[in-house]
């Protein structure tokens, strides 16, 4: 029989994040706010138990790779490879991609939570959520956070794995995200950011975060602008000029909040107007730039 399912995924944004630390194995410990929004990629599924197994993965872009590699097919393998089945049936993965790619909003990696949501639905019932995200860290930093974030925003400690659910920000805002057409290495950009590192600042890390969550909390985009922090901006527009730049047209375009998202490259402009938040989308896009419109994904939403 054949069975289908059609599933969001939903890009991640950062609306503070900072490094405070890194530890001996090489990893770095973070204070980070993330929140998914309405930008999202799709993703259908199809199975038929009628037929012998295979992994099939489809994607409507083609400079999307569909190899082993995608964390599309490393999430379904990790999921079988947990839960061994019998039989399983033949699944066809069909991926519209909308988030920018390498952009800093978790594109492949909330591409890898959908896929474990859904296929825990189509053959795994009575796996539990928890369970998908101890598969889900396997994969990749974010891919727990894009299970866990789809039931609201959340904030980010140790390496990234511990997870608390969060203020969100106010599902009326409008979010232009831009896309700079240019990459950025995350690697990279760690290095940089390892290189001048501010001791001083890290002392103080805790407060700060949670003054931050606290301006989430209270609903004003003013204070929130306040609190927000990327430490990777100044690293990344110094590597990067072109990134920068598209900043600072951000702020000129009317954003009342500015940021970058997670490594980068993409600027995020929060807007309390939806009328300014479209004109600042069609500007960008008249220079030439990918520019989307969104919103933050209330947790009481449908999905």
Do not use: W
Not at 210 to 231: K, P, Q, T, W
Not at 247 to 263: E, H, I, L, V
Request: glycine letters at 6%; proline letters at 5%.
């Amino acid at each position: 029989m054949e069975r289908k399912t059609v599933i969001s995924a939903y890009a991640k944004i950062n609306t503070y994040l900072e490094v405070v630390g890194k530890r001996e194995d090489g990893y770095h410990e973070l204070h980070s706010h993330m929140q998914l929004i309405t930008l999202s990629d799709t993703l259908t599924i199809t199975t038929d138990d009628t037929q012998p197994f295979s992994l099939l993965l489809r994607c409507d872009r083609p400079e999307v790779p569909t190899g082993e590699d995608n964390l599309i097919l490393r999430a379904a393998r990790a999921l079988f490879a947990r839960y061994p089945m019998r039989r399983l049936p033949r699944i066809e993965i069909d991926l519209e991609k909308k988030i920018p790619m390498q952009g800093g909003l978790a594109g492949g990696s909330t591409d890898a939570a959908a896929t474990l949501i859904a296929l825990r639905d189509l053959l795994y019932p009575a796996v539990t959520e928890e369970a998908l995200c101890t598969i889900a860290a396997t994969i990749g930093a974010d891919v727990p956070f894009c299970i866990r974030g789809r039931r609201g925003a959340q904030s980010a400690r140790g390496i990234g794995e511990i997870l608390e659910r969060a203020p969100e920000l106010d599902a009326r805002l409008t979010l232009v995200l831009v896309s700079p057409g240019t990459a950025v290495s995350t690697p990279a950009a760690f290095r940089a950011l390892d290189a001048q590192a501010d001791v001083c600042r890290m002392q103080d890390a805790e407060a700060r975060f949670s003054a931050m969550l606290e301006a989430v909390g209270s609903g004003e985009l003013s204070r929130i602008e306040r609190a927000s922090f990327n430490c990777f901006e100044e690293v990344i527009f110094s590597m990067q000029p072109r990134v920068g730049q598209v900043f600072a047209q951000m702020r000129a375009r009317g954003a009342d909040m500015t940021r970058m998202s997670g490594s980068g490259p993409t600027i995020v402009g929060y807007f309390e107007n939806a009328e300014a938040a479209r004109r600042c989308a069609d500007a960008f896009c008249e220079s030439g730039f990918d520019a989307y419109l969104a919103s933050p994904l209330c947790a009481a939403a449908d999905h």
